[in-house]
């Protein structure tokens, strides 16, 4: 059994990298962490999980990625979820369009179903500036081809 995690990552690193936008200009996407000089709004690829599911002849796995939408605020600004719901819901009809349509994971692997299992917003602040960010965690059902 081959892990899908990377295919997954990549999958919808492609789908959102430059099509995401927030006041008509992209926002970027970053895999594990943000870079020090990322703008106010970015996305974050997050954390994963894998079980396999079904007899040794067939590989399933059931996935699950949470994907993070990150924006920032100077301390003067109040903040608010405006921005990180827009970006979300782009980010959720890319990956999730409808219940035909998948992600391409590449060769190895086919995308049967995806969902959406939730979101959660939290907002907090640091010595300079206010945050929301909101947390969508996909499940993906993968067979290995």
Do not use: W
């Amino acid at each position: 059994m081959k892990d899908p995690g990377a295919a997954i990552r990549n999958a919808i690193f492609l789908a959102c990298d430059g099509v995401v936008l927030h006041l008509g200009q992209p926002v970027p996407i970053y895999d594990g962490n943000a870079d020090l000089s990322a703008p106010d709004q970015y996305i974050v690829l997050g954390s994963q999980t894998c079980n396999q599911n079904g007899d040794k002849q067939t590989f399933i796995t059931y996935n699950t990625i949470i994907v993070h939408v990150v924006t920032r605020f100077d301390l003067t600004d109040r903040g608010n979820t405006l921005f990180a719901d827009n970006i979300a819901t782009q980010i959720t009809q890319i990956v999730n369009p409808d219940p035909v349509t998948q992600l391409d994971l590449g060769p190895d692997f086919q995308l049967v179903v995806t969902n959406v299992e939730g979101s959660d917003t939290r907002r907090y602040a640091d010595a300079r500036h206010r945050f929301v960010e909101k947390a969508i965690r996909f499940q993906l059902i993968v067979n290995q081809h």
